[in-house]
């Protein structure tokens, strides 16, 4: 099974509302991501976990919540935010090691905030 | 820090030609990698290059890493409508597993 899968696949939440994004992969890999990709850009990471800590954060703000409650599942709480926030949302995994291994990619949640 | 950088950023094409997008990075990679994203999709792997100077092939698209390992290429010959998306290459950051990614060049192709 090398899929990845990210729920849910659309999500409207206003600036006031609380929210969490699920992503879960079942390769074995032990290193999770969480990426922001606006239309037209490439994904910008924003967390990585490895062996379920994380080990990244890219300067997220703190309205972004990362959790890795085990080895198999990621999740990104998200609390009062703003319309440029809207973006998909991809997670993403990948083996861990000295070098990169490739990473596969979830469909995505696509955010809307209003 | 290191940034990697694709051009063209767009590129229209009529089917059957050829198209080529080039990947630079302003510090030595020990790898690069290369991803396709088709419209309303998610980024999918699609090579990783290691060595210097290497050309893999995967049926019509032509792979390269060059020689100084700072840039790198992908040709399609005689594209077809399947190979709309956007292609990015994507270079290890700092140690293990973080990638840069290029801004992606945009491929449509008319039939």
């Known amino acids: 099974d090398t899929e990845v899968t990210q729920t849910p696949k659309h999500l409207v939440m206003g600036m006031t509302n609380k929210k969490s994004l699920k992503c879960e992969q079942h390769?074995?890999?032990?290193?999770m991501y969480w990426y922001k990709q606006k239309a037209k850009k490439p994904p910008e990471l924003m967390f990585v976990?490895?062996?379920?800590?994380?080990?990244i954060n890219e300067s997220v703000p703190s309205r972004f919540s990362p959790e890795c409650p085990n080895s198999s599942l990621l999740n990104l709480h998200l609390h009062a935010l703003q319309p440029e926030d809207s973006a998909l949302y991809l997670c993403a995994s990948s083996q861990l090691g000295l070098v990169s291994y490739e990473q596969y990619f979830g469909p995505g949640t696509r955010l809307t905030v209003t | 820090g290191q940034q990697v950088m694709q051009i063209p950023q767009y590129q229209h094409v009529q089917e059957g030609e050829d198209f080529t997008t080039y990947c630079n990075s302003s510090t030595t990679l020990s790898n690069i990698q290369w991803y396709k994203q088709r419209p309303g999709g998610h980024p999918v792997f699609l090579i990783q290059l290691v060595k210097s100077g290497e050309v893999k092939k995967q049926k019509r698209l032509t792979f390269q890493f060059g020689e100084a390992k700072k840039n790198s290429s992908l040709h399609i010959t005689a594209t077809q409508t399947t190979d709309v998306g956007t292609y990015f290459c994507a270079g290890p950051r700092d140690a293990g597993n973080m990638l840069t990614f290029g801004g992606g060049t945009r491929l449509m192709v008319k039939p």
């Open positions: 976990y490895s062996y379920e800590k994380l080990s």
């Open positions: 390769m074995g890999h032990r290193a």
